[in-house]
């Protein structure tokens, strides 16, 4: 392999768990989001280090090409992400569903005491002349 490609991979996969930590200590990545993002990252340098693993690890399973393992792997990792995302958004659209359907009780029910209010106040003012 080339010394140049090489370090490029090794100093990618550092720059990735660099912006992976990052982002997880400034509260921009959640630490439940950031597990499957770091162990891509852990993995693509442990590739870098050792790019024999990968090559043997292709041989091992019967793929013929090593970087095809590595998108398999890769895509796997992304779905796994979205799945993650997937099961989250559906937790937060039934919360804000819940939440919308309070809010409506909530201001039918303030209308409806408004209206009582005012209803009373109106009568108060009738009978006393």
């Keep these: 392999m080339n010394p140049m490609t ?5 100093v990618a996969a550092l720059l990735t768990l660099v912006a992976i930590i990052e982002l997880t200590r400034r509260g921009t990545l ?4 950031a597990l499957w993002w770091f ?3 852990t993995l ?8 024999q693993i990968l090559t043997s690890t292709a ?7 090593p970087t095809n393992l ?4 890769a895509i796997g990792l992304l779905f796994l992400v979205s799945l993650q995302y997937g099961a989250e958004l ?4 039934e919360k804000l569903r819940t939440l919308a359907e309070q809010s409506a009780f909530h201001e039918r029910r303030i209308a409806d005491l408004e209206a009582r209010l ?9 009978e006393a002349p």
Excluded: C
């Design 118 to 126: 005012n209803e009373k106040t109106t009568d108060s003012s009738e």
């Design 44 to 51: 693509a340098l442990i590739i870098a280090i050792f790019p």
């Design 30 to 33: 959640r630490e439940r989001h």
């Design 90 to 93: 559906t937790k937060v659209e």
């Design 59 to 65: 041989r091992l399973l019967g793929i013929s090409i």
């Design 6 to 10: 090489y370090a490029f991979g090794i």
């Design 39 to 41: 162990v891509g990252g």
């Design 70 to 73: 590595a998108f398999f792997v």
